[in-house]
């Protein structure tokens, strides 16, 4: 009886707290609830698609795990394999480095290069910039590999060309020591976007700055190392960063020209090609998500490692 | 800042070191007609290679053929057990599904950063960016698990349905930094109006951000038609290929014996993106100069 008045005065007590606390919900959904309903698509994404994944795969990198059977933990031993008894992952550590240190820096050189023979009035720049951009959009497909595996063939189009010439060269994509160089020259082809980026960057320079260094009679290439350059730190930094950082996460053109082998005796097989063959022809999922983690830690140390050292060379004016 | 990229990309060109002399300028010109041929000559030798005759393919260097036969392309269209039309259709499904995924997600989210007042709006903002740094590496396999047991391998959802929860974060910068542009006045006006946050976001700031969501509607559909990596992972079932799935079975399938039709196909499979590069290229290259897009 007691228990039912109880209720009867909870009800009761309800009913009278209820606008009070209803209001003050109302208040609060009116105050953030727009923003939130706004931002749910977003929220729900990034908790199930990628913080709940990245942690999942965190702790999958600890364990065995086939898809079938239940992943099961084996500690770091995946870890201390990769470091110390995975002759591929060396492999792949090696060509991947080689990659990045090879097409980033003929890629943004070609590309600074061309954008500042372009700022500097020439006519017709918009059709130059068109052609010289337009591989880069092509050339993340299947069909730009399937052009470049024709073009670099032992019987392909360079090779007939290079006969024309009394040239007898080789089957480029075939040989071991030269298969990484086809890639890095489908790369620099693709010097289209960082070269836009730095005709946008030499378009922020003053023109009274050169007007004044030429008055004082500086030449040239003086202008060019004590103005352009310098003032072009940033933009050269940013697509420092990103080009390399894309490098690190190529995989298409390897995986088409070697026919997702990464041959020949692994000379193609990018860190993410091999990534790819250890989770989804091998079905190590645990494995590979210990390479995953592994790329994240790479690319996570290079970015802190470009930002540390920028402050020595690159050159900000606010 | 952006603003200043983005007029300056546009501006006539600057002559900062100078005018040069008539041979000066023939040099340049010279040079780049040389760099633009260089460029292009791989492609049109595609394109001419893919209207040859099949036993002149890699007889001539040239970029005329000798005469004009469009067998390869019949050939390659019915080169697989499928038809090339179904994986067309396929990459045309994504693409688009896609394309409005991520344009109305991002749009919806960018809005909510841009104008919308709420606790966490500061904090959420930094994490949205800092999921840009992430490789999708990371997330690879428990997503692929993910889907494998909810039964959407070999659909396109797992392709398609991150894109309405705006996955590619990337768009919504693009749009914040477009959003924040907009004259609050106008906002300011429509609350006095009687507007909600919903009308405003419909009426007001959908309708004056065009630029912004035709240069992600454009840039979701050529990466997402030129993407690989997800097909290859999610579509096994020859029925669900997308073109880039195609070509790369047709590779492996005729590696030697049929250059011509997978020629054809790999020239008819860059059409759309050609498409776009021709009549909104403005479009791209604003994009490009002012965030720095990866292509």
């Known amino acids: 009886m007691a228990a039912v008045q109880d209720s009867v005065v909870a009800i009761g007590g ?50 065995s795990f086939d898809l079938i059977r239940a992943p099961e933990w084996v500690g770091a031993a995946n870890y201390v394999r990769i470091a110390t008894a995975d002759p591929k992952f060396a492999a792949a550590m090696q060509v991947t480095f080689l990659y990045v240190v090879l097409s980033v820096p003929f890629k943004l050189t070609f590309a600074l290069l061309v954008a500042i023979l372009l700022d500097r009035g020439v006519r017709g720049l918009t059709v130059y910039r068109a052609i010289f951009y337009l591989p880069s959009l092509l050339g993340g497909s299947v069909a730009i590999a399937v052009l470049w595996r024709q073009l670099f063939a032992g019987d392909g189009l360079i090779n007939s060309l290079l006969a024309q010439l009394g040239i007898e060269g080789p089957s480029w994509i075939s040989h071991p020591n030269y298969s990484i160089w086809t890639l890095v020259v489908l790369s620099v082809w693709q010097f289209g976007s960082p070269m836009i980026i730095f005709l946008a960057g030499l378009r922020q320079i003053p023109t009274d700055m050169y007007e004044a260094a030429s008055l004082d009679g500086a030449s040239k290439f003086r202008q060019f190392y004590k103005i352009t350059l310098p003032l072009l730190t940033p933009v050269i930094f940013f697509n420092a960063v990103v080009q390399t950082i894309d490098a690190f996460k190529a995989f298409t053109p390897a995986f088409i020209i070697s026919g997702g082998t990464g041959g020949p005796i692994n000379s193609t097989l990018f860190y993410t090609l091999y990534l790819y063959q250890e989770a989804f022809g091998n079905f190590r999922m645990g494995y590979a998500s210990a390479l995953a983690w592994i790329l994240v830690l790479i690319i996570a140390l290079f970015t802190a490692f470009s930002f540390l050292t920028s402050r020595y060379w690159v050159h900000y004016d606010d | 800042m952006t603003d200043a990229i983005m007029s300056s990309v546009t501006a006539p060109p600057s002559a900062p070191l100078g005018r040069r002399g008539p041979l000066g300028s023939i040099l340049v010109h010279a040079g780049l007609i040389a760099a633009s041929i260089a460029m292009l000559y791989p492609l049109l030798w595609m394109i001419s290679a893919s209207v040859r005759p099949e036993d002149e393919i890699f007889a001539s260097t040239s970029l005329w ?56 709006r500061n904090f959420w903002f930094a994490i949205m960016l800092g999921t840009l740094m992430i490789p999708y590496h990371v997330t690879l396999i428990p997503q692929y698990v993910l889907f494998l047991n909810l039964g959407w391998v070999n659909t396109f959802l797992p392709l398609v349905v991150p894109k309405f929860l705006a996955s590619d974060a990337f768009f919504i910068f693009l749009m914040v930094q477009f959003f924040r542009g907009i004259p609050r006045e106008l906002d300011e006006a429509a609350m006095m109006d009687g507007c909600g946050p919903w009308r405003i976001y419909w009426k007001i700031m959908l309708p004056l951000s065009l630029p912004v969501l035709a240069t992600a509607a454009i840039f979701s ?69 002012t965030t720095g897009m990866k292509r």
Request: include cysteine; charged fraction near 10%.
């Open chain 1, 14 to 63: 309800g009913a009278q707290a209820r606008p009070a606390a209803q209001g003050r919900w109302a208040s609060l959904w009116a105050k953030h609830g727009a923003g939130y309903m706004f931002l749910m698509p977003w929220l729900i994404g990034f908790f199930g698609l990628t913080l709940g994944p990245a942690v999942a795969s965190l702790y999958l990198s600890f364990t």
């Open chain 2, 65 to 120: 053929p000798s005469s004009i036969d469009f067998a390869s392309y019949l050939r390659g269209w019915f080169g697989l057990d499928i038809s090339f039309g179904r994986f067309f259709w396929n990459s045309l499904v994504v693409s688009v599904l896609t394309v409005i995924g991520n344009v109305v997600a991002c749009s919806l989210a960018a809005y909510a950063f841009a104008r919308l007042r709420f606790a966490g």
């Open chain 2, 221 to 289: 559909f050529i990466w997402t038609w030129d993407d690989f990596f997800g097909p290859l992972i999610y579509l096994n079932d020859m029925n669900t290929y997308t073109i880039q799935l195609g070509l790369r079975t047709f590779v492996d399938s005729s590696s030697t014996s049929d250059w011509g039709g997978l020629f054809a196909m790999s020239t008819l499979s860059l059409v759309p993106v050609f498409f776009f590069f021709l009549f909104f290229q403005r479009l791209l290259i604003e994009g490009i100069a």
